[in-house]
């Protein structure tokens, strides 16, 4: 089964602190990809990062940077300096291989509402 | 360019009545993923197409929930009847292939059943 877990419902920082958000996930397969999407306000869900499984090079693009590690199953991202406008809505999703039938899971966790005070 | 397009945005209407949700993919996107998500709660897939075929649709209600892809372009998603726990935003999305890469997605259309 896979599974994906963001145990932080809502974190609240001030403007320019830096804050992780965790993830957690569950699968058997040795082949699959963590996602992080953005959701803002305007509801629409904006990619920001794909890993695959083989990949646990850390990246860091402008104030996003994103640690895996396979060895605790986790996916964490850290935006540092963090700006009101990051305040939204991050998901952390799990896709794996593919299964006998052709079809595969895309599994999202619960999300973490994130707010950013000025 | 123009990204995943649904309308309407918002729509209200009674139980056991019908709606339907119109989405036009990412020009040349050749995957399309209908998604629903509660309040709260992240997206919840049901149903992907591979141009015109449906290839994974186990997690589409299929007693009032019908999804159509013809031409491999835009798509529509019917619920007939509504029930009030099917209030939700339903979201639409396109990728190049299926292969793993990050997912487009439209702004969404939410539904409120009465």
């Known amino acids: 089964a896979q599974k994906v877990t963001q145990a932080q419902t809502e974190i609240s920082v001030v403007e320019k602190e830096d804050v992780t958000l965790d993830c957690v996930y569950e699968t058997r397969d040795t082949t699959y990809y963590l996602f992080w999407y953005k959701q803002p306000p305007s509801g629409e869900l904006v990619f920001l990062i794909r890993?695959?499984?083989?990949?646990?090079q850390n990246e860091i693009s402008g104030r996003y940077s994103w640690n895996f590690q396979k060895s605790t199953s986790s996916f964490n991202f850290t935006i540092t300096a963090s700006q009101v406008v990051d305040s939204a809505v991050y998901f952390c999703a799990l896709r794996g291989g593919f299964s006998a039938s052709g079809t595969y899971k895309y599994i999202f966790g619960t999300g973490t509402r994130l707010k950013v005070l000025a | 360019e123009a990204g995943v397009v649904q309308s309407p945005r918002y729509k209200i209407i009674e139980k056991k009545q019908p709606v339907a949700f119109w989405c036009n993919p990412i020009s040349g996107h050749n995957t399309l993923y209908w998604y629903r998500q509660n309040l709260g709660q992240g997206p919840e897939l049901l149903i992907r197409?591979?141009?015109?075929?449906?290839?994974?649709d186990s997690q589409l209600p299929k007693d009032r929930f019908s999804a159509e892809r013809l031409k491999g372009v835009d798509s529509t998603l019917k619920i007939q009847p509504a029930e009030l726990g099917d209030s939700a935003v339903y979201l639409c999305?396109?990728?190049?292939?299926?292969?793993?890469?990050?997912?487009?997605f439209g702004s969404g259309t939410r539904l409120t059943v009465v």
């Open positions: 890993r695959n499984s083989f990949d646990e």
């Open positions: 999305a396109s990728s190049l292939i299926s292969a793993g890469e990050g997912y487009t």
């Open positions: 197409y591979e141009n015109e075929e449906a290839v994974d």
